[in-house]
């Protein structure tokens, strides 16, 4: 109890500090306690209690104020706004991709005043394009102009980001790499490990799983996409992508049950089993600052367990607050810090009255089936963990994110069972596939099997109604923490557990037989899936909805075409994982139209995840950044690369024919959109156009050439742009129906309505991917069936 109020003392003075200066004298008050000792008989522990509360209670309150300031003299925020400033530095972690390019922490040593190195010391946030080739410990020369963060809509960035020790950020600079391999050996070793499980998940597993596998288990959720965040948050349960304490809080949870189930408590082996799977998980979650924090206080929670001390759970918790928020002040204000400290207390106070009345509705004639008590007991500890920690979390969810789902407790508890699923058998995966990759495969459809269970669930529940844009005040969230104190307080005094501890063989024998009935059952699933996800034989060519940008993907039986990939990795990966088999991770041939950002980007990731076959484009290249890391990426993996020109012909199967129509030896050269290869697929009496980026000359020099004629279905060049799509080329082409792919409110203005125009008094049904999402053509070559996935 003293422990408790006295890091209470030192929260609350801090807190104070955050409103209010207060000068350090102040601390002094706290000696008046002290002289009442002599004048008094009894209670002199509460005098002492309340002398060194008052002292902690105004240091706290001044020292936030001495440590909030970062605008010291050697300071990096010294130099936000103040125009291009010359650093050097070192990447302080591993770089992290996110949908739009790249990101990573700079760590500043020195900056370059009037032709002179001085000393600085702080970290900025720097964003780059994508594939930059930048990894943690490389020292980096930097030509940057540093700003300050800046609020989003109601989101602090700026307090965000202080929170991690950030006051800085750049966009886009000029970087020369110095010198590679200076970071600590051990977090190099560490780093090196869990990108390679990261590689080995995303080459056996498919998106959108793939995304939410490594986000769950390695915390790097940048590949997930915004739809599937936005469905998290809608049900109350973005905390399985967050890893906070309300993560580790269930794994701990669920582990310290399983523990019990099996090993009884000899030896305390379920502790040691719990700390054993928090700590391996933190590791490979990169050990950043959010879950070291968590996992520090999971640890207390069971060292409390372990000595005996459970009453003694709380002291810990609130020691340990004290102490993080003591080294790093703006944490109290950290989304993650209030999370895990919220989830830590709800498991603290509210799993036991939950479990205890759990087990008390279990009706008496159930008691004498072991099996079915055993089953029974799993679940109502399991749905108490997440029961727990939801009520907990409910008001910070709520303030956070805006929303509030009467059926988070509920969608969480559904989800729960694939959680420890994800986290052992990815584990396993990348471990297995760092070995043989064809193992790490068989492992990883069990990681895929329960990721896409969590994406399903979470998918429907975000359907049902919840209460969005939510304020909640203050005052609101005190008023439901006392009444969830008081109702734990009340329902502990009126019930007392009557559980009575089951023999341990029964319990492993039971295990045994379950675990024989739970791998059947998944053999089942995947038989089912399996049957369900054979291709046919007829030809499918699928416009993927990848933004604005190009991919389309051609597929006959288990032979598939990916002809351009798109504007961003993540975009193109996700489409192909909805459009191919789960287990199919080949692609024959990858055709590169051109060289620009928004059809080459999402290929690199393409080709560093699938096996491809082969790549063929034209011998136009380009000097981007971009162009030179996919040359190096195919020498890489070896794969062999084709140079096609107009009249080369490429089958798939025996009856669909694919024909080259651009680029020619006379067109060569002018321009990248110029050179576009222009692909004729056909089959029976179907054809398909697709026409890159070509602008109006080069339609014209097809028609000069004869080598056009009436298609079924055109892919509209450009995505729609007025320098394409000209009278003359549409009057030719006549297509049935004309296809554009863009991006919703891309800045371009695409398509422009006199393309919309021009292709309506031809006769076209024009589909749009922007508005119908993919849009998937399916013909056996005398029939033609549109399919769109909005």
């Not at 060194?52 to 936030?64: E, Q």
């Not at 309300?246 to 040691?272: D, S």
């Not at 742009?721 to 030719?732: G, M, Q």
Request: aromatic fraction near 8%; proline fraction near 5%.
């Amino acid at each position: 109890m003293i422990l408790i109020v006295l890091g209470c003392a030192w929260l609350a003075g801090m807190l104070l500090g955050s409103c209010i200066s207060v000068p350090l004298p102040l601390a002094g008050t706290g000696i008046i306690p002290f002289l009442t000792l002599p004048f008094l008989r009894r209670h002199r522990k509460y005098a002492v209690l309340a002398g060194l509360s008052l002292i902690l209670l105004f240091s706290g309150a001044w020292y936030y104020r001495v440590t909030l300031s970062s605008d010291t003299e050697n300071s990096l925020a010294r130099y936000n706004d103040t125009g291009t400033v010359e650093l050097r530095g070192t990447v302080a972690r591993y770089p992290e991709r996110k949908n739009t390019g790249t990101r990573f922490h700079f760590q500043a040593d020195a900056v370059k005043i009037d032709g002179k190195w001085q000393d600085v010391s702080g970290t900025a946030l720097i964003f780059v394009p994508f594939f930059t080739g930048y990894d943690y410990g490389d020292e980096l020369l930097l030509e940057a102009s540093l700003h300050r963060p800046q609020k989003l809509d109601d989101f602090d960035y700026e307090t965000y980001l202080a929170v991690k020790g950030i006051y800085a950020v750049a966009w886009n600079p000029h970087i020369e790499i110095l010198s590679k391999g200076k970071g600590a050996a051990p977090v190099r070793w560490m780093y090196a490990f869990r990108n390679g499980c990261a590689g080995v998940i995303g080459r056996v597993i498919p998106e959108p799983q793939a995304s939410l596998v490594t986000g769950i288990l390695l915390g790097m959720k940048g590949g997930i996409q915004e739809s599937t965040r936005q469905a998290f948050s809608i049900t109350g349960t973005s905390h399985i992508l967050a890893i906070s304490g309300l993560h580790l809080g269930i794994i701990a949870g669920i582990a310290v049950t399983l523990g019990l189930r099996i090993f009884g408590r000899r030896g305390f082996l379920y502790v040691w089993l719990a700390l054993a799977v928090i700590w391996l998980y933190a590791l490979l979650s990169g050990m950043n600052p959010p879950v070291v924090r968590a996992a520090i206080m999971v640890t207390l929670y069971l060292a409390a367990e372990f000595f005996g001390r459970q009453r003694g759970s709380l002291s810990a918790l609130v020691i340990a607050a004290a102490v993080m928020a003591g080294c790093t002040p703006r944490l109290l204000w950290d989304a993650s810090f209030q999370m895990s400290f919220a989830a830590m207390a709800g498991l603290i106070f509210l799993f036991p009255p939950i479990q205890s009345l759990g087990n008390r509705l279990i009706p008496e004639r159930f008691h004498t089936h072991n099996r079915l008590m055993s089953l029974l007991t799993t679940v109502i500890d399991s749905l108490g963990v997440s029961a727990a920690a939801v009520c907990a979390v409910w008001p910070l969810t709520a303030g956070y994110f805006g929303v509030i789902s009467p059926a988070g407790a509920l969608a969480t508890f559904v989800t729960l069972p694939a959680l420890p699923v994800i986290i052992f058998s990815g584990l396993l995966c990348g471990a297995a596939g760092l070995l043989f990759l064809p193992l790490g495969q068989v492992i990883g459809w069990i990681a895929w099997l329960a990721a896409s269970w969590i994406l399903l669930a979470v998918d429907l529940f975000s359907k049902l109604p919840a209460l969005e844009s939510v304020t909640v005040r203050p005052v609101l969230i005190i008023v439901y923490y006392a009444c969830l104190l008081g109702a734990a307080w009340y329902v502990n005094r009126k019930l007392k557990n009557t559980e009575t501890e089951e023999p341990a063989f029964t319990r492993v024998s039971l295990m045994k037989d379950n675990a024989v009935i739970v791998a059947l059952s998944v053999l089942a699933v995947f038989s089912l899936v399996s049957v369900a996800s054979m291709p046919d034989r007829l030809l499918h060519v699928s416009f993927l909805d990848i933004g604005q940008g190009d991919a389309i993907l051609i597929s006959k039986g288990t032979r598939q075409i990916l002809v351009d990939g798109g504007p961003t990795p993540d975009a193109v990966m996700v489409k192909l994982g909805e459009q191919m088999p789960f287990w199919d991770r080949t692609i024959d041939l990858v055709i590169l139209t051109h060289p620009d950002a928004d059809h080459l980007t999402g290929l690199l990731e393409v080709i560093a995840r699938y096996r491809v076959g082969q790549v063929a484009c034209s011998d136009i290249g380009s000097d981007s950044l971009l162009y030179h890391r996919f040359c190096s990426l195919l020498e890489e993996k070896n794969i062999g690369r084709i140079v096609i020109d107009s009249g080369d012909r490429i089958t798939l199967g025996q009856d669909v024919v694919l024909s080259v129509f651009n680029p020619s030896g006379e067109s060569a050269g002018k321009n990248i959109d110029n050179d576009s290869v222009v692909l004729s697929v056909t089959t029976g009496s179907v054809s398909f156009l697709l026409t890159g980026d070509i602008p109006a000359e080069t339609e014209i020099a097809l028609l000069s050439s004869r080598l056009v004629t009436k298609c079924t279905v055109l892919k509209v060049a450009h995505h729609g742009s007025s320098t394409s799509s000209s009278p003359e080329f549409l009057n030719v082409v006549r297509p049935d129906t004309a296809v554009i792919s863009c991006g919703r409110d891309n800045p371009f203005g695409h398509p422009v309505p006199e393309v919309i125009d021009r292709l309506e008094r031809t006769g076209a049904l024009v589909y749009r991917t922007d508005v119908l999402g993919t849009i998937e053509y399916v013909t056996d070559g005398n029939t033609l069936r549109m399919l769109s996935s909005e």
